[in-house]
């Protein structure tokens, strides 16, 4: 496996409350993505960074917001989490154009 | 129409069959595709990666493009029940340079290999 950690593997949490999840990687891959996989419409990007701190919106990218401060993290924040971000989220990496994916980290919000 | 189509299935079949499992594009400016295996409950893992039209074989597994068509195939033989899961394509065109590698991903077609 790719050296991609993502952390927490499993969370649920209240409508409202603010969630982060974690990406980090050791493969030192210029480009990080985060996508969330849902029933019926498959993986959908949310955000991704081509460099310490530059990053840019996906295709689903309202209500999230992301941080990278250094090459290996790569952070998804949720400001106020609600029903329809219940998901399950992957980390993704690259450097010459494959993906390599975490393991994913599941949310429900309640 | 969306950009890449894939029957999400279910498909089953017997330990040993062959295995075809395809995907319809519409964007012509797609150039590298690529094979992704899911397991329930796992991350994707790339499988086979492949640029322009043409055959690239892996063990037991072969992918097919044919760009005239828009149509790319993954083919698995002597399939095992180890090779249930679901199985996505994604496709990308060159990199611009700007911004990042951006694939555009099927829906999945689950594949349950019966022993």
């Known amino acids: 496996d790719a050296g991609i950690t993502q952390s927490p593997r499993h969370k649920v949490t209240e409508t409202g409350t603010p969630v982060t999840l974690r990406c980090h990687q050791t493969?030192?891959?210029?480009?990080m993505y985060w996508y969330r996989q849902d029933p019926g419409h498959g993986l959908r990007l949310i955000h991704y960074?081509?460099?310490?701190?530059?990053?840019d919106k996906g295709e689903v990218s309202d209500g999230y917001s992301v941080s990278r401060s250094k090459t290996e993290d790569f952070l998804l924040t949720l400001e106020s989490a609600t029903s329809s971000q219940t998901s399950v989220y992957f980390c993704?990496?690259?450097?010459?154009?494959?993906?390599?994916f975490g393991e994913g980290s599941r949310l429900t919000v309640l | 129409q969306k950009e890449v189509e894939q029957d999400p299935g279910p498909l089953s079949v017997p330990e040993g069959a062959i295995v075809s499992l395809n995907c319809t594009y519409s964007?012509?400016?797609?150039?590298?595709f690529m094979w992704y295996r899911q397991y329930s409950r796992k991350g994707p893992e790339l499988l086979m990666y492949?640029?322009?039209?043409g055959n690239k074989e892996d063990g037991r597994f072969t992918a097919q493009v044919d760009k005239s068509s828009k149509y790319i195939s993954l083919f698995i033989r002597d399939s095992q029940p180890s090779d249930s899961a679901t199985y996505l394509c994604?496709?990308?065109?060159?990199?611009?340079?700007?911004?990042?590698?951006?694939?555009?991903f099927g829906k999945g077609t689950k594949l349950s290999v019966i022993p």
């Open positions: 493969e030192n891959h210029r480009y």
């Open positions: 960074s081509y460099g310490v701190k530059d990053t």
């Open positions: 994604a496709m990308r065109d060159s990199y611009s340079g700007a911004g990042s590698y951006q694939l555009t």
């Open positions: 993704a990496i690259s450097n010459t154009g494959e993906l390599f």
């Open positions: 492949t640029y322009s039209s």
């Open positions: 964007n012509s400016a797609f150039q590298y």
